[in-house]
């Protein structure tokens, strides 16, 4: 039971590091692939060149094969950590500043940094595209699958890009989704654009150097970015900072340190299908895992106590919409998504559940705090083109994103 579940997960996850959540534009097909068993026969053949990882990854997963059979209890019984907490000033940016990005206007520049790096020690950059039809600017991560051992880094290749992400990668840049200037619907036509690509394996959270040689350091990597972006777009008059999938987990991951940079400048948050789940749904053995090898400790807000591996990472939500009072914050989220729910070790189903209970029990009591659930098992949002063909209970998803933006009072969670 064990081994196929762990088989399971890596099947996805080697579907999403292929393309599932990331690649060089968000333009590209987000879906897993339909072919499981052809997925599955390759895992197979790479956990047995490396039984001793397989075994690692089969202990990771049956803490939450042995949760999943008790999720509903101690869901029920777990506390309300919104109740539990209070707002606590953020420290002022001290990461110091660069000079600003020059950047021709509506066309993407990629631009190199030295003090930014890859999973193999490589430098990487990001890709920028200012514009003058407004004041407001959309920073973008990119997703791309993650990783956290010998086997998952370097045999399966669970996380995109890790060998390296440059101009080549970058490409021509994304043109589709909240990126499309010519969609009349998308909330960001005429936004500023910032595309910080995704090459730690880490979902950009972590400061580490691993054992096994892999440089996850996305946390470390944004702050040297927004060194520069923060300057470059000092005039701004909001910020939403957004990501997909590994991306989504980033943003929030990374929105503390985003707030600090720019300062007095307001700054929102969009997180497609990065769901912060409440254990069991996102099992305390796997966290605890990505914190020793991603180094999380060193990279969550000293604001938030209980945002630790024993008390559960979801305590984030709580924490920044306390410091945040006036600031929106959004969940985009499937309702049985086959790449996160895999990516968990939980099934479909188990997935609808631990979200409606970060819905009722996280977001809920949040004024500031809002989600988006689509029925299906499709993996991230942002990207499709057009914005507004998604649709839960006769809301478009460009409605949803354009009421939490303007400051709309009719701004609500919205439920299949």
């Known amino acids: 039971m064990l081994v196929r579940r762990a088989h399971a997960a890596h099947a996805l996850l080697l579907a999403l590091a292929a393309g599932g959540c990331g690649g060089s534009a968000i333009d590209e097909a987000l879906a897993a692939p339909d072919d499981a068993g052809a997925v599955d026969a390759a895992t197979d053949t790479a956990l047995d060149a490396s039984a001793e990882g397989s075994a690692d990854v089969a202990?990771?997963?049956?803490?939450d094969v042995a949760a999943d059979t008790a999720a509903e209890g101690a869901a029920d019984a777990a506390p309300d950590v919104a109740a539990d907490t209070t707002a606590e000033a953020a420290p002022a940016w001290d990461g110091g500043f660069g000079a600003p990005i020059q950047a021709t206007n509506d066309q993407w520049t990629?631009?190199?940094f030295s003090d930014a790096f890859c999973g193999n020690g490589s430098t990487t950059g990001l890709g920028v595209q200012p514009t003058t039809r407004s004041d407001k600017l959309l920073i973008y991560l990119e997703g791309g699958g993650a990783c956290w051992d010998a086997l998952t880094c370097n045999i399966l290749n669970t996380a995109s890009n890790l060998n390296g992400y440059?101009?080549?990668s970058f490409g021509s840049g994304p043109g589709s989704g909240i990126f499309n200037r010519a969609d009349t619907d998308n909330p960001f036509r005429d936004y500023s654009f910032v595309y910080v690509p995704y090459c730690t394996g880490d979902v950009h959270a972590g400061d580490n150097v691993a054992s096994y040689g892999t440089r996850h350091v996305g946390f470390a990597n944004m702050t040297a970015f927004l060194k520069r972006i923060a300057p470059t777009f000092a005039a701004s008059s909001q910020v939403v900072l957004s990501g997909s999938s590994?991306?989504?987990?980033?943003a929030l991951w990374n929105f503390v340190q985003t707030q600090q940079a720019f300062g007095a400048t307001h700054v929102d948050l969009v997180d497609d299908s990065g769901p912060p789940l409440r254990p069991p749904y996102m099992g305390i053995s796997l966290q605890q895992t990505w914190n020793t090898v991603w180094g999380l400790t060193k990279t969550m807000p000293a604001q938030c106590p209980t945002c630790n591996t024993t008390d559960g990472l979801h305590n984030l939500v709580p924490t920044i919409a306390a410091m945040y009072p006036d600031h929106r914050l959004a969940l985009i989220s499937s309702q049985q998504d086959q790449v996160i729910s895999t990516f968990f070790g939980i099934g479909g189903l188990q997935m609808q559940t631990g979200l409606d209970d970060f819905a009722d029990v996280v977001a809920a009591p949040l004024a500031n705090f809002k989600v988006f659930y689509v029925t299906g098992s499709h993996h991230t949002w942002l990207g499709e083109n057009p914005?507004?063909?998604t649709t839960t209970a006769g809301v478009t998803l460009?409605?949803?994103l354009r009421r939490e933006v303007?400051?709309?009072?009719?701004?609500?969670?919205v439920r299949p």
């Open 59 to 63: 202990v990771d997963v049956a803490v």
């Open 110 to 112: 990629w631009v190199p």
């Open 166 to 168: 440059g101009a080549s």
């Open 246 to 250: 590994a991306g989504g987990f980033g």
């Open 387 to 389: 914005v507004g063909k």
């Open 398 to 400: 460009s409605a949803f």
């Open 406 to 413: 303007t400051g709309d009072a009719a701004w609500a969670s």
